[in-house]
Structures are given as C-alpha cells and as structure tokens.
C-alpha cells in the first residue's frame, strides 16, 4: 500500500480564486512530482522536485507553482484558476535510483468554473 | 530523444482472451522499464518493473512483461483477461531520475 496522499480529491472552484493542492508521503522519499492528465490522455510532468529547497519545472508549461519545504510535503498553488486548469492532477514519489518506482496518489479533480 | 511510445490507443478484448498491450523505448543506455494501471478515477498502480536479469518479468494481478533489446520493446501479457482488467495502461521509462510515461492504452473487456 502507497503511503502518498493527496487532497482534496475533488474540487470544483470558481474562476480567479487561489487554491493549493495537498500531496503528502511517508516514504521519505527525496523525488517528487506533479503530473497534470487529462480524461484518458497521458500524463505530462508539470513540477518535480529532488529534496528539501529543489524545485523544478517540468515539461508542460504550467501556471502552478510548487514548493518543498519539508520532503514529505509537495503543494502544488494556482494563483489565480482559469477554466484552462481544468483537469487531474497526480502526484508521485520515488526513492533516488534509476531502478526505485514512482509511488502515486489518487490524485485531484479540479474543475474551475 | 528518450521516449516511450505505446501504438494502441485502445484495444477490446472478450473475457478470458488473451491480452498483449505494445510498448517501444527509444533510450541509449539500458533502460529502466515499467508497466503501470490506472482505474477510472484512481492514482497509478505498478504493475511490473524491469531493470536487468531476465527478460521475462512477472507482476501483480497475473501480467507478465517481455524485454526484448533488439527491438526497443517491452510487452505486456496476460494469458486469460478477467473483466476487472478494464482500466488504463502506461509504460514508463526511467530516464536519469525522472519517469516518462507512454500516451497509455485503454483497455476495455467485453463480456
């Protein structure tokens, strides 16, 4: 069983109000990362993250922001929601190594409104 | 440039068929491979990973991967799909200390 949390499960938020979303692992992993993925399509790395103060941005150009300030806790933050940032957001874990998984939560539905 | 290529977008199976999803890599060192599911609604669950040894990888809930080096792919099997199989599929690749993940294959079980 994953220990990584993320939450709310579901959101739904009106247009121009800031959110965070929550991710939480008890893994001690160092690595972690956001991924955004629309219904049935693939994931794109949005965030990622190698430890404490390390933050990166991924492929997909993305409005969130991300901070690590402690390694069991990764939010992610829109400033301000657009309908545009409608979509589900994962976020996932791993220990350093090539050869370690990725551990996932069951992500967060956001719908801006 | 690394990448993770599965061809079927979709695929239909009958219950109790067989099941063979398609992955190619394209990477220039030994690949780190996985095999993840992904329930409607749902994070991604490992199902199967690779990394060295043998070739023929066994996983969870009855699947099993091949790797074969000569031709960059790394197939999902499964002998006899059950109707809870129904969900998404995506390979994955470990490239330095990140995953990059296929477009993913959705696979749906008919009675």
């Known amino acids: 069983e994953a220990d990584i949390y993320q939450t709310p499960r579901y959101l739904v938020i009106g247009t121009g109000k800031k959110i965070t979303l929550e991710c939480s692992q008890t893994m001690g992993h160092d690595k972690m990362y956001w991924y955004q993925q629309d219904p049935g399509m693939e994931l794109h790395l949005i965030h990622y993250s190698y430890g404490v103060n390390s933050t990166e941005k991924g492929d997909l150009s993305s409005e969130s922001t991300v901070s690590r300030i402690r390694t069991e806790h990764f939010p992610l933050t829109l400033e301000s929601a657009r309908p545009s940032h409608t979509s589900q957001y994962l976020c996932?874990?791993?220990?350093?190594?090539?050869?370690?998984?990725?551990?996932f939560g069951q992500g967060t539905r956001l719908t801006v409104v | 440039a690394q990448s993770v290529t599965q061809p079927d977008i979709h695929i239909t199976v009958s219950e109790g068929a067989s099941l063979e999803l398609r992955c190619n890599y394209s990477y220039g060192a030994t690949p780190y491979l996985f095999w993840y599911v992904q329930s409607p609604g749902q994070g991604l669950q490992l199902l199967l990973k690779y990394f060295s040894g043998d070739t023929l990888v066994q996983g969870i809930k009855g699947f099993e991967a091949e790797f074969k080096r000569s031709q960059s792919s790394f197939n999902l099997r499964k002998p006899s799909v059950h109707w809870s199989d129904a969900a998404e599929y995506f390979c994955a690749v470990a490239r330095n200390n990140d995953m990059r993940f296929g477009a993913g294959t959705r696979l749906t079980v008919k009675p």
């Open positions: 996932a874990s791993k220990r350093t190594g090539q050869s370690s998984e990725a551990f």
